[in-house]
């Protein structure tokens, strides 16, 4: 069963309000990230090199994998609300600016998107939010980095978070060029052997966060496109966000 989104919006919500604000943060947190998210080869370094270096081997990872997958644990914070979420699952991403993210604690809920469309299912309400990429995500950048890393010097400007030593790991901070949504700060923990990226923490304007650090990561898995794409279970309600093609196939 298919709905406007324009349509139902003068009914009573689905979602009650907190639920509905965690569940926007998610979705536009693992937007934001996974648009950043980068592609690395094992590479040894015996010295701290400097902030351009890092940001440029980053840079270059993209191009040495066409996918990847990884458990996750993310922590999303409503500041307003002063309330805080763990959420643990699993996540694939494929290029160009394909994702799966499994969300398995503390329910279960999946956020796929072929690059074009995002869907948001949760099935303990039976419901799934339709929504174009361009406007999921609300900003230029991320959009940019559907396809990959796009390029962190052209739309950020790049400091050190923490002041990088021999021992640890390369925290940068990141803050966008031009005006993007919500986005205000975006913060990269770089793993100084191979410059993966061990954590990607987003923060708002209005001071939420949302912050993801990965673990068994596993490179070149060869996903298939199926994987990216999702036809809403028999008996779930969607709601279609304008601008959206209506889908193939819905939920009856």
């Known amino acids: ?56 081997k980053v840079q270059g990872q993209y191009d040495a994998h066409g996918d990847f997958k990884a458990d996750f644990v993310q922590e999303s914070l409503v500041k307003s609300l002063g309330r805080k979420q763990v959420s643990e699952g699993v996540v694939f991403f494929k290029k160009p600016g394909k994702m799966r993210w499994n969300y398995q604690t503390p329910f279960k809920q999946e956020i796929v998107s072929d690059g074009k469309t995002l869907w948001s299912y949760h099935p303990e309400e039976k419901q799934v939010m339709v929504t174009p990429m361009s406007q999921a995500a609300q900003g230029k950048v991320p959009s940019t980095f559907l396809a990959g890393l796009g390029n962190l010097r052209l739309d950020f400007q790049v400091r050190w978070a923490k002041e990088p030593s021999p021992q640890e790991n390369y925290f940068l901070e990141l803050t966008p060029n031009e005006f993007q949504g919500s986005l205000e700060k975006l913060f990269l923990l770089i793993d100084r052997e191979n410059f993966r990226i061990l954590q990607a923490k987003i923060q708002d304007i209005m001071g939420n966060t949302t912050q993801i650090s990965f673990s068994k990561t596993q490179f070149d898995n060869r996903l298939p496109d199926s994987l990216f794409t999702f036809t809403p279970p028999k008996g779930v309600e969607v709601f279609q966000m304008p601008g959206v093609s209506p889908p193939g196939k819905t939920g009856k």
């Open 1 to 56: 069963m298919e709905k406007d989104f324009r349509a139902v919006r003068k009914a009573k919500p689905a979602f009650n309000g907190k639920t509905e604000t965690m569940t926007r943060l998610t979705s536009l947190g693992v937007v934001l990230i996974s648009s950043v998210l980068v592609f690395s080869l094992a590479q040894g370094q015996s010295q701290i090199p400097s902030l351009n270096e890092i940001v440029a």
